[in-house]
T-cell receptor
Framework: GENVEQHPSTLSVQEGDSAVIKCTYS??????FPWYKQELGKGPQLIID?????GEKKDQRIAVTLNKTAKHFSLHITETQPEDSAVYFC????????????FGIGTKLQVIP | SAVISQKPSRDICQRGTSLTIQCQVD?????MFWYRQQPGQSLTLIAT?????????ESGFVIDKFPISRPNLTFSTLTVSNMSPEDSSIYLC???????????FGPGTRLTVT
């Protein structure tokens, strides 16, 4: 089955700086890679996703890149703000069959004002 | 997207008892899932709730411990049976649509077993 590795496990940045979280996956058949943000006491929120036929996707201050050959994908947050502080999970899914998603271990991002 | 609610939001239960968690969605969805998230950990899929048939369980999870119902396309329940302190966790419901890969999560149920 799929195995998704995520790093770093914790990340502290100054407000206004950029944050990068990296993930690798093992199943070459995986073709969908969502990113979730989980604030304390809440369920994970889908913030951006990318499909395997796309190399990069942007939405305002966040972007995701995908390197299918290397089986790497990354989340980039620019101009970080204190409200970006949360735990971020990457995930991978093989859309064949039902939509079972495999999650990384999570990255706790702290944005220091 | 979808609006998902879970009941209860939290509970404290005694060992040996059972708790049923409800998940309600504001629209008909193809797929419903139940996850467990232990404190400070990632999400682990317990099972896929299938409408009108038995749930599909992941390795390490069994129906006797986590019976699941899904009577229609907008509602599902997860029961945590014969609870022990090791069952203390956050239980999350999620949904997905046939037309999209996107999966959305409910707010979670925080369970503490004493």
């Amino acid at each position: 089955g799929e195995n998704v590795e995520q790093h770093p496990s914790t990340l502290s940045v100054q407000e206004g700086d950029s944050a990068v979280i990296k993930c690798t996956y093992s199943d070459s058949a995986s073709n969908y890679f969502p990113w979730y943000k989980q604030e304390l006491g809440k369920g994970p929120q889908l913030i951006i996703d990318i499909r395997s036929n796309v190399g990069e996707k942007k939405d305002q201050r966040i972007a995701v890149t995908l390197n299918k050959t290397a089986k790497h994908f990354s989340l980039h947050i620019t101009e970080t703000q204190p409200e970006d502080s949360a735990v971020y999970f990457c995930a991978g899914m093989n859309s064949g069959g039902y939509q079972k998603v495999t999650f990384g271990i999570g990255t706790k991002l702290q944005v220091i004002p | 997207s979808a609006v998902i609610s879970q009941k209860p939001s939290r509970d404290i239960c005694q060992r040996g008892t059972s708790l049923t968690i409800q998940c309600q969605v504001d629209s008909q969805v193809t797929m419903m899932f139940w996850y467990r998230q232990q404190p400070g950990q990632s999400l682990t899929l317990i099972a896929t709730a299938n409408q009108g048939s038995e749930a599909t369980y992941e390795s390490g999870f069994v129906i006797d411990k986590f019976p699941i119902s899904r009577p229609n396309l907008t509602f599902s329940t997860l029961t945590v049976s014969n609870m022990s302190p090791e069952d203390s966790s956050i239980y999350l419901c999620s949904v997905a649509f046939l037309s999209s890969y996107e999966q959305y999560f409910g707010p979670g149920t925080r369970l503490t077993v004493t």
